[in-house]
Nanobody, 123 residues
Framework: VQLQASGGGLVQAGGSLTLSCAAS????????IGWFRQAPGKEREFVAA???????KYIDPVKGRFTISRDNAKNTVYLQMNSLKPEDTAVYYC??????????????????WGQGTLVTVSS
C-alpha cells in the first residue's frame, strides 16, 4: 500500500488543521493507520492510531484535541487537530501496520510510510 500525507501548514496557536492520509494499492481497512510526528531535534513519536477494527489510540498530550477517523469510501484516514499549540509543531507522518494492537505505538512495527507533512503552530 502507498500512503500520501497532506494537509499541513502554518496556523496560529488555538487554530485547527486536518491532515489526510490517502492510501492506494490497498485498503486502509486492512491496516492499522498511525500518525507520528517529529519535531526539530527530537525523535519521532507516536500521535494516534486507527485500527482496522475501528479502535483508536492517542498519546495523552493530544487527547481531547485531536481526532483520528477513517473514510472507507475515500480510502483515507484523517487527523483532525484542534486547539493547536506551538509544541505540536512537527513533521507529521502517516504509516500502516498489521501488528497487534498492543504494539501500535511503536514505529518500528510500521511497514508502509507516507511522506511527511509539516505543521507549524505559531504562538
Amino acid at each position: 500500500v502507498q500512503l500520501q500525507a497532506s494537509g499541513g501548514g502554518l496556523v496560529q496557536a488555538g487554530g485547527s488543521l486536518t491532515l489526510s492520509c490517502a492510501a492506494s494499492g490497498g485498503s486502509v481497512r486492512r491496516y492499522t493507520i498511525g500518525w507520528f510526528r517529529q519535531a526539530p531535534g527530537k525523535e519521532r513519536e507516536f500521535v494516534a492510531a486507527f485500527g482496522w477494527s475501528g479502535n483508536t489510540k492517542y498519546i495523552d498530550p493530544v487527547k481531547g484535541r485531536f481526532t483520528i477517523s477513517r473514510d472507507n469510501a475515500k480510502n483515507t484516514v484523517y487527523l483532525q487537530m484542534n486547539s493547536l499549540k506551538p509544541e505540536d509543531t512537527a513533521v507529521y507522518y502517516c504509516a500502516a501496520t498489521t501488528v497487534v494492537w498492543g504494539r501500535v505505538t511503536e514505529d518500528n512495527y510500521y511497514t508502509y510510510w507516507g511522506q511527511g507533512t509539516l505543521v507549524t503552530v505559531s504562538s
